[in-house]
């Protein structure tokens, strides 16, 4: 043990190197992103699963209006995007943490100098990636003519909304690897939570549309502020206020939700 945990470079008040903990984390996350890269399951439902929702939604509603005039592609395909967002990070994260744990790596990972907080920004940075990936894809694909997505001027603007976002729902998928002992259960977990928060976010359709007590559950669902800060920015559907008030919401789930998730993390 004692071998292991002196392998980082040590300075000469006998603490590590400035570097060795960047090294850390760029090895972890080089290693998690080879693992995503390589899983097909994971590749599907990061990036085809959604497109497929979504396609199937712009054939359905094609050349439909929303009430207020906005083209239902326009409406839609931020809401979708979010939601394959949501399950890439909570998917991404918890499948990796439970069999990490099951194989002993991460008990193998606390003998050396790495700690919790590298262990989960390495996931986290990969999670980001893909998310920003899904959204260039996404973006890509329904801003083609078959189905006329208004891409907004503002789309730089999403991207603190993409990071905020991503870090809410990855912390959530460390809660749920905290409490699932088996990939299986993580999936069963994330779906149940998942499903329900889409509908009543307003994923699939306009909140407006339906009863009053879902705008009160709404209000304390992190998908509706990823999906309509993402429509803010992408479609331009929302003022800056609106922005910067959905960028600070997810920011406050994402802050909470990781220190529980950082307490939470069981090395086996």
Not at 20 to 35: F, Q, V
Not at 46 to 63: C, D
Not at 131 to 150: E, N
Not at 159 to 178: H, M
Request: charged share 10%; glycine share 8%.
């Amino acid at each position: 043990m004692s071998e292991l945990t002196t392998t980082a470079p040590l300075t000469a008040r006998g603490g590590p190197r400035p570097g060795a903990r960047r090294r850390r984390i760029a090895a972890l996350s080089a290693a998690a992103a080879k693992d995503a890269v390589r899983n097909r399951f994971a590749l599907f439902f990061n990036f085809a699963f959604p497109l497929v929702v979504l396609l199937a939604f712009e054939f359905i509603y094609s050349g439909q209006h929303l009430p207020n005039g906005q083209p239902y592609s326009d409406y839609v395909a931020p809401g979708i995007l979010a939601y394959g967002m949501a399950n890439g990070a909570i998917f991404g994260v918890g499948y990796t943490l439970v069999q990490w744990r099951a194989s002993r790596l991460l008990l193998l990972l606390k003998l050396t100098p790495t700690s919790r907080l590298e262990v989960l920004l390495s996931r986290y940075l990969v999670a980001l990636a893909v998310s920003l990936a899904q959204t260039v894809v996404s973006v890509a694909v329904v801003s083609l003519p078959p189905f006329g997505f208004h891409l907004s001027v503002r789309w730089w603007a999403a991207v603190p909304v993409v990071a905020a976002g991503t870090a809410a729902f990855f912390a959530l998928g460390c809660l749920v690897s905290s409490v699932a002992k088996t990939p299986d259960v993580v999936g069963g977990i994330a779906n149940a939570a998942l499903v329900p928060m889409a509908f009543f976010s307003g994923v699939f359709f306009p909140l407006p549309a339906v009863v009053g007590w879902i705008h009160g559950v709404s209000t304390v669902l992190p998908l509706r502020y990823l999906s309509e800060g993402l429509s803010a920015t992408l479609a331009g559907t929302g003022s800056w206020h609106s922005v910067l008030v959905c960028t600070a919401v997810l920011t406050g789930f994402a802050v909470v939700l990781l220190g529980l998730a950082a307490k939470a993390l069981r090395w086996r």
